[in-house]
């Protein structure tokens, strides 16, 4: 399960290293916990988020989901409002890619104000057209609203792998490092923009992403 | 007129070699004829579209148009149909821009999934500033969803006529090659993908330009 | 107070070299006249703006502003409107950033067809998450549509200073020169493209832009 450290004005949530960190509502609940605790706490403040082993994120659980069709809609909203709470979130928010960032994985990284990627191991990946799976509209608004045309055309119709150079030349992640220096690139792009957790902050994001945000906040046709 | 070949899974358009491929009414028949045998066809798939002179296409036809005034809305609306199933085909498709591509000829070029073109000679251009012609509104959207902010301002406001390296440059076309091995490049860049021709392709495409097709698909004021 | 020259087929707007050349209305009412000026004028031309001392404009006059709350809803939409008429201009207009282009500065300056800023001084910010200000939408429409996602987000959320080199990279401004090269690269730039201040342009950016358009001469809520 996830867990929340605080590191000077720096969260760092460790999502869990042994674990492919699918969004199993458990995990759900734990990590919506963690950014509750951070938009809690008062004063200047940054989120990082970080995997320790070959996973940082491959998106939802497709195996819970089989099994709980019924709630599938309400699982896509939930989903689609963590998309949200963090693209539109006052608090800046670096992603620490350590490994695979899949699917819904990779959206919720993009969500993020910042992406930092390993650069020798694990890919960046948009797999839906090989799983025959379409994107819902919110998911295609926050890729397209992130991506340049070229990188989010290639990305969502193609599910081309990008490792970390590949993902820094697209634009996808904004910086690359060495898998023993991840953390603290993360840490060192998070910690100078503590200061600019102001409510304005959200007040920015939610007129930039307007378009988005109300897709993302859609409900899933049921 | 074109004509349509086969390559193992990959069909290659080929425009007429000894003309200017503007958009006649029967070109444009032969056209989507033969995208009409590339959607037919079953299993993986993907389309390259080359000419074999000095030229791509140059567009409209307008001296058809100054001869059919009286139509002019029903064969605009039957080029920006021709822009919208290229861009939402679920076969990968390439342009191999073997020289110049201009006007509504460089739209459906930017209406295919990925652009090759000659590095010695030719140009992309969008001459409409120049000729007093505005853009419609399914034609200036389409060009926006392709290109970044700063050259599809370039492009169409004031006309720049882009050699091979500069449309590179400019991220309009994603590579260049010399002449003799344009073809080659065009179709080794086309048939990895092949495999992507599935359905779900069409309907990711389909959510990442809604916009766009739906202004593509409104019939042109009568 | 500005002072129009004209130069050939090159106009030059002088912004007031002793001033951060705010927008009290006196000054835009003056910008306005000189805008009126070379709307009027017949034939090839284009329009090159320029500071002469550290500020090119730091936009917004808010002490004025504060003396004249009631007012604030017809100030913004005079200042809104000046920005729609730079970004629909047939005119190319070059900016030359020969200082600090802040705020509603910045966002006049994005509002141009190009943009030339000075390599050894002088930045280029938004300010208004450091300073509690919200944007309005048509400004965060206008920021979108000319910058790329990546740097719109960042230029927004973090209020990074872009100095010269670092604006080019951002793709912010389209070149850089030297302080006393300044004037003569952006007139360099803009006399070649006097030709194409043509009735069709305006139209070609009412499409392209019609969103951006549509958002900045929505009066502002009173």
Known sequence: MPKLERDGEVFVLHLDPDDENRFHPDRLAAVEAALDEVDAAAGPRALVTVGGGKFWSTGLDLDWLLSNADRS?????RVHALFARTLASPVVTVAALNGH?????AMWALAHDLRVMRLDRGFF??????LDLPFQSGMSALIRARLTPATAHEAMT???RYGGGQALA???VDAVAQADQLLAAAVERARPLAAKARP?????KETLYAETLT????????
Not at 73 to 77: F, G, S, V, W
Not at 101 to 105: I, L, V
Not at 215 to 222: K, M
């Open 125 to 130: 990946c948009l797999p839906e057209v090989d």
């Open 200 to 204: 304005v902050r959200a007040q920015i």
């Open 73 to 77: 809609a309400a699982y896509l909203d």
């Open 101 to 105: 960032t899949f699917a819904a994985g």
């Open 170 to 172: 697209a634009g996808i």
């Open 158 to 160: 193609t599910g081309r």
């Open 215 to 222: 897709a993302l906040r859609t409900p899933t046709a049921r």
